[in-house]
């Protein structure tokens, strides 16, 4: 086996970029013969859009096209399926499935969705009780229930579903996990309009939705398991890039004490710099998880990263709402919108106060993350629980 | 080789094989020679510190010449490794005067630059641990007041309060209006008298000079930046004390709430306390890069090092104290005995947060380099 390294890498990169020159050729057909060198995720397998190089050496490709010009494959907008979707795909597909759905979720010609929460489990996704009936003529499943939160539902092609297929078994093992089409009938996307005004959300109904077995991830009742990977690759997505000082909601604020003088006051600026201080610390903290993982010595760092940033984002844009004072009384429009993507920093100072308060909701509660440091990284004993050897159909709800 | 120059540039947070070694080593020791119950011992005896434990942490292990240059007679190491040894004295509170002789007592001879003389003679010996120097300075004194740390002038007569090991010391480097002067501390005309200090592991004195004579080492011009920089690092390898006090609190936490059982089931196991210590973990996580990148920053001379020493101030003292409190509320009763070692923490951790400028102050320093001045 050859070692692919940084020289080869970009050697490569090279002559992608002279085959296909960003200046002439289209942005799908540009990313189409990105992925097909191997050179969309680099640690990926040949012939699935990357190389088997080490996961560190994506930054080596990345800023190569970037200084060429070339487009990037929008990855905010495709958040969902490359964080989510696309590992999951990879470790439990079959090989049908990773040829069908990896390049066009990586080249953003299908947008991804993911269909875990419902309005009766949450933290406790476990206990989820949309239904998977197998139909006995043809193996097809026939899936009915609600799910809530998703985000993108409105622009997706595909989903990734867990729901419950036996209801007999304890709730963690009855579960299996499929790929469920979003234009199939019986998918009804609803938006689920939020506290900002917008609707980022949607609530999905399914009724009836027939989902052949060729679409079903992993075994029958091991979808506890293949969500573990979803829910796994969701936060570590952080750290995979270098933050400059400055770089998240802090820059802002900073930037209107330094141009407004007339705003600034001594409690604020007691805040601001403490303030400051932890949103500096906190970059730091990720940097040094990057350089573990780039050292090949990840550590538990990550599940408290997304902890942090939660609460920094929080009290950051509550402090830019004060410091602007009567600025900080109007807010930009209520009007309902159904945005493409997330987005954390757009808009004005009142919409990112609003928009933070769900940084520590969304991809797990702060406190279900403190459950899972405190019994996870430091050992602590879990709390008694009495749902775990019961079916899942005898629990109370 | 584009990737590889960012990595150049961006400060190392993690610690190297080399540092891991040294930091067994100096663990193992601290184990056998300053466990807790020693440590309880000889705060109460009239001698805080164990001759034979700095002999060993000094010179056998040559800790105390990490900062000096091989020439000089040092092991040529850095701030990254004296760093490790401070986790480890701050993980055991072991009563040792590493930060103020082996880091900021040396730290000002070696930016005075000298390859010769005075200086470089007590650099080798300091770095031999064959003595022990403290910057006669009171202890709560910021890298940026370094001029307020000029209490003695003209001859040598004045009063230093409150200055951190000066009963340890052998010499006493003493900054006047005139300069930086070396100045035995059994010379004629010195007196230095312990007083009673809050935190009893790293006991305190008040030096007096009455027409003592001294060895003057640097002027006035020379000795401000050497005091200054003495300072910063002193300030900037606190942060790794901070940090190894920190975790022995939260280790130790976890262990008793593991083993405590109250309402049948081990106290640990309740989510008000787990997520304390979950908050407590989180934080010196945290503090781990921040104290990492001020010692990463001192040791290759980074223009960001004033920045990235307040920062790591500004933060750690923080932590070490909130570790430190959560350590006494959540042992319970145990915590607030004089024969569990928690208290010893708290002491450090409490005088660890005014010692080389507060939070506040750097806090102030960081309003100044950042460009965000106060209304």
Redesign the interface.
């Known amino acids: 086996m050859t070692t692919i390294d940084?020289a080869e890498l970009r050697r490569r990169t090279r002559e992608l970029l002279a085959a296909h020159p960003p200046a002439t050729t289209g942005r799908t057909d540009f990313l189409r013969a990105r992925f097909d060198a191997g050179l969309a995720w680099v640690h990926y397998p040949a012939g699935l859009g990357g190389l088997d190089a080490p996961r560190s050496?994506q930054?080596?490709v990345d800023?190569?096209l970037a200084a060429a010009g070339a487009p990037d494959n929008d990855p905010r907008r495709i958040g969902i399926g490359l964080g989510m979707a696309a590992p999951t795909i990879l470790g439990f597909g079959t090989d049908e499935q990773k040829q069908r759905f990896l390049r066009p979720l990586w080249v953003g010609e299908e947008v991804w969705c993911q269909l875990f929460s419902e309005p009766g489990a949450g933290s406790d996704l476990a206990a989820l009780g949309t239904r998977a009936v197998r139909e006995e003529a043809d193996g097809d499943w026939i899936v009915d229930g609600q799910k809530v939160w998703t985000s993108s539902a409105h622009v997706a092609r595909w989903a990734i579903l867990i729901a419950r297929t036996d209801p007999d078994l304890p709730k963690h093992r009855g579960i299996s996990y499929f790929i469920c089409d979003m234009t199939d009938p019986g998918v009804e996307v609803r938006p689920l309009r939020q506290i900002t005004g917008e609707a980022e959300f949607n609530e999905v109904f399914l009724t009836g939705v027939r989902i052949p077995d060729s679409r079903r991830l992993g075994p029958v009742g091991a979808g506890w398991k293949v969500a573990q990977t979803t829910l796994m690759n969701e936060r570590v997505s952080i750290g995979g890039s270098?933050i400059p000082r400055e770089g998240g909601m802090i820059g802002p604020v900073?930037r209107t004490?330094?141009e407004r003088?007339e705003l600034?006051?001594?409690d604020l600026?007691?805040r601001?710099?403490?303030l400051?201080?932890?949103a500096?610390?906190?970059r730091?903290?990720g940097?040094?998880l990057r350089?573990?993982l780039v050292?090949g010595?990840p550590g538990p760092?990550g599940s408290?990263m997304k902890?942090?940033f939660a609460r920094l984002n929080q009290e950051i844009s509550g402090l830019e709402v004060e410091l602007l004072g009567e600025e900080g009384l109007l807010y930009s429009d209520w009007t309902m919108r159904r945005p493409d993507l997330v987005d954390f920093t757009g808009r004005d100072a009142g919409y990112r106060y609003l928009r933070s308060k769900g940084n520590s909701i969304e991809g797990g509660t702060s406190?279900v993350l403190?459950?899972i440091?405190?019994?996870r990284?430091?050992?602590?004993?879990?709390?008694?629980r009495n749902d775990k050897d019961v079916a899942w159909k005898d629990l109370s709800r | 080789?584009?990737?590889?120059t960012?990595e150049t540039v961006?400060?190392?947070?993690?610690y190297s094989e080399a540092e891991d070694d040294l930091r067994s080593t100096v663990r193992s020791l601290l184990a056998d020679r300053s466990d807790a119950p020693t440590v309880i011992a000889r705060i109460e005896s009239d001698t805080p510190y164990d001759p034979q434990l700095w002999k060993a942490l000094g010179a056998d292990i040559g800790a105390a010449g990490l900062l000096v240059p091989e020439k000089l007679g040092g092991q040529g190491a850095s701030h990254r490794e004296a760093a490790v040894v401070l986790e480890e004295l701050g993980r055991s509170v072991a009563p040792a005067p590493y930060l103020t002789s082996a880091v900021v007592a040396t730290e000002t001879l070696l930016a005075l630059g000298s390859e010769d003389g005075p200086v470089a003679e007590l650099l080798g010996e300091l770095a031999a641990g064959r003595k022990v120097a403290v910057l006669a300075v009171p202890f709560p004194t910021a890298p940026e007041n370094s001029s307020a740390a000029e209490a003695v002038t003209g001859t040598l007569d004045g009063t230093v309060t409150a200055v951190a090991d000066a009963a340890a010391a052998d010499v006493l480097l003493v900054p006047t209006t005139d300069g930086l002067y070396a100045v035995e501390a059994d010379a004629p005309g010195v007196t230095v008298e312990p007083l009673v200090p809050l935190d009893q592991t790293r006991p305190l004195a008040t030096v007096t000079l009455t027409a003592a004579t001294g060895t003057l080492l640097a002027d006035a011009e020379a000795a401000r930046p050497a005091v200054r920089r003495g300072l910063l690092a002193g300030a900037g390898l606190l942060a790794s004390e901070q940090l190894g006090l920190a975790e022995w609190c939260l280790t130790e936490t976890?262990r008793y709430?593991?083993e405590r059982h109250q309402f049948n089931?081990?106290i640990?196991?309740?989510?008000a306390l787990?997520?304390r210590?979950?908050?407590l973990?989180?934080e010196v996580?945290?503090?781990?890069?921040?104290a990492?990148?001020a010692a990463d920053a001192l040791a290759s001379g980074s223009p960001d090092t004033p920045l990235a020493v307040a920062?790591a101030q500004?933060?750690c003292s923080k932590v070490a104290v909130h570790a430190a409190e959560e350590c006494i509320q959540l042992h319970g009763g145990i915590g607030m005995t004089w024969e569990h070692p928690a208290h010893l923490y708290l002491k450090r951790a409490k005088a660890d947060a005014i010692a080389y400028g507060t939070a506040g102050s750097h806090?102030e320093a960081?309003?100044e380099l950042?460009?965000?001045?106060?209304?």
Do not use: C
């Open positions: 940084a050496l930054p080596v800023a190569e270098r900073a004490w330094r003088p600034r006051t001594h600026h007691q601001l710099l403490t400051w201080v932890e500096e610390v906190a730091l903290a940097e040094r350089q573990q050292a010595q760092e408290g902890l942090a406190e403190l459950n440091v405190a019994e990284v430091l050992g602590l004993p879990a709390e008694p | 080789m584009t990737a590889q960012e961006a400060p190392d947070l993690l976890v709430t593991r089931r081990p640990g196991s309740f989510q787990k997520h210590m979950a908050q973990w989180l996580v945290s503090a781990r890069a921040a990492r990148n920062v500004a933060y806090l960081i309003a950042m460009e965000l001045p106060a209304p």
